[in-house]
T-cell receptor
């Protein structure tokens, strides 16, 4: 099975600090995309950031950035200047040629004052 | 514009009953996906539809699960003879194409509880 693994069930960060969420994946495809989704208590899945596997440059969206290591099949999310509103479940996901997403089990992020 | 909507928001049913969950995708989106999120787990792919093509049913866990998409828009996920292990949040998503690049927009989900 082509899996996505998030080894950190829970993480905590102080407001204004930086936190990194880990993700590794397995795939036999050469063309694929990687995603980080945020799920607040409302259950609404929100796309945070996306990375195309053929691009070497790491994606960045404001305070969110990724460290994509293709050879290691690693895709971590860095959140800078953490805010209370960042508290949520974060899911790493991969899509391939079939477009359906394969998700990790998630990391619950707490943001403390 | 309106996002993906799902109904009902919550559904409580008795073991052995049939349930229908509805998804209204974003207008014009040709691809529609169903996922299941069990407690403490990530999302598990169930089925997806693309236009008039045959759906990919590879994620359906048993023949008690079925889904249809009428007129290329609204989709209904049906679970027959529900079991307690079917309790989960069922999420629907839509996208404008099936290429991996296109973002999937998710609905708020239906929380199903089987007593």
């Amino acid at each position: 099975a082509q899996t996505v693994t998030q080894s950190q069930p829970e993480m905590s960060v102080q407001e204004a600090e930086t936190v990194t969420l880990s993700c590794t994946y397995d795939t036999s495809e050469s063309d694929y995309y990687l995603f980080w989704y945020k799920q607040p208590p409302s259950r609404q899945m929100i796309l945070v950031i996306r990375q195309e596997a053929y691009k070497q440059q790491n994606a960045t969206e404001n305070r969110f950035s990724v460290n994509f290591q293709k050879a290691a099949k690693s895709f971590s999310l860095k959140i800078s200047d953490s805010q209370l509103g960042d508290a949520a479940m974060y899911f790493c996901a991969r899509s391939g040629t079939a477009s359906k997403l394969t998700f990790g089990t998630g990391t619950r992020l707490q943001v403390t004052l | 514009g309106a996002g993906v909507s799902q109904s009902p928001s919550n559904k409580v049913t008795e073991k052995g009953k049939d349930v229908e969950l509805r998804c209204d995708p974003i207008s014009g989106h040709t691809a529609l996906y169903w996922y299941r999120q069990s407690l403490g787990q990530g999302l598990e792919f169930l089925i997806y539809f693309q236009g008039n093509s045959a759906p990919d049913k590879s994620g359906l866990p048993s023949d008690r699960f079925s889904a249809e998409r009428t007129g290329g828009s609204v989709s209904t996920l049906t679970i027959q003879r529900t079991q307690q292990e079917d309790s989960a949040v069922y999420l629907c998503a839509s996208s404008s194409h099936t290429s991996s690049y296109n973002e999937q927009f998710f609905g708020p989900g239906t929380r199903l509880t089987v007593l």
